[in-house]
């Protein structure tokens, strides 16, 4: 039976080599390279990889921060587009964390995420999505925190829960303390 094939595939090899010129396979073996390579290019160069979205905050709580009444100057901004509750002043603590109140307001639409970077821009800080409802009272470094910084760029971003698409970024500007420091309160007189 094999022998019948081996005869039956040489007879089909040589009716193809009478009927086809021999210099047509390298051309062939080429056009069908440069389509291949050119598909290849193609999709290269438009394949975008799937968006990975925030991990959301470990942290998290549920309901509404109270922070004391220590004159950190807490309070809940509208932007326009959604709200966010923060602190005017930050306290560093002994473990350098940050104390902030970062707060996700029950009436938002979206997921809110903070960042935190020092005067030079360099980001110390950064926190995973918070749903609306929640908050963290704390936040913890993400590098190594090299002596004391006074200012502090906030970045706060916003997302779309369903799609993660951005709904703003608002950038606020914060004083740090030490956690034991007064803050004096000026009187209006």
Request: some cysteine; charged content about 25%; proline content about 7%.
């Amino acid at each position: 039976m094999a022998h019948l094939c081996r005869k039956g595939m040489g007879k089909i090899m040589s009716e193809l080599k009478t009927k086809l010129p021999n210099n047509w396979v390298l051309p062939l073996i080429c056009v069908l390279s440069a389509v291949a390579f050119t598909i290849a290019a193609i999709f290269l160069y438009t394949y975008e990889k799937p968006y990975k979205p925030p991990p959301f905050e470990k942290n998290s709580l549920s309901g509404v921060p109270a922070p004391p009444d220590d004159n950190t100057h807490y309070s809940v901004i509208d932007t326009g587009n959604f709200y966010v509750g923060f602190v005017g002043i930050i306290r560093r603590n002994d473990d350098d964390s940050l104390t902030v109140y970062f707060t996700n307001p029950e009436e938002n639409d979206a997921y809110l995420m903070c960042m935190i970077a020092d005067e030079d821009g360099n980001e110390l800080y950064k926190s995973g999505l918070i749903r609306p409802g929640e908050y963290i009272n704390d936040i913890n470094p993400i590098a190594r925190v090299e002596g004391e910084f006074d200012d502090a760029v906030v970045e706060v971003y916003a997302f779309e829960p369903e799609t993660y698409y951005s709904m703003g970024t608002i950038v606020l500007r914060n004083r740090v303390v030490a956690w034991n420091y007064v803050i004096e309160v000026e009187d209006d007189d």
